[in-house]
């Protein structure tokens, strides 16, 4: 068994709170949790009226006062 508990990070985003996208194709947009499904969000870009899926595994967010 190669499972290493801290191998793992579980976040979790509660809707409503705003994040700063750091890495990907929508990188320096800021965004708004609609929901969150497992591995992925649902987030709306307001500067872009766009709501968009980003994959956890893949995106790194920041979280914004």
């Given at each position: 068994n190669?499972y ?22 929508f990188q320096d947009?800021e ?35």
């Amino acid at each position: 068994n190669d499972y290493a508990p801290d191998s793992m990070e579980v976040t979790s985003y509660v809707p409503g709170k705003a994040l700063k996208i750091l890495s990907g194709p929508f990188q320096d947009h800021e965004g708004v949790v609609v929901e969150q499904r497992g591995q992925s969000l649902a987030l709306y870009l307001k500067e872009l009226q766009l709501q968009v899926k980003v994959d956890l595994r893949q995106a790194t967010l920041q979280a914004l006062p």
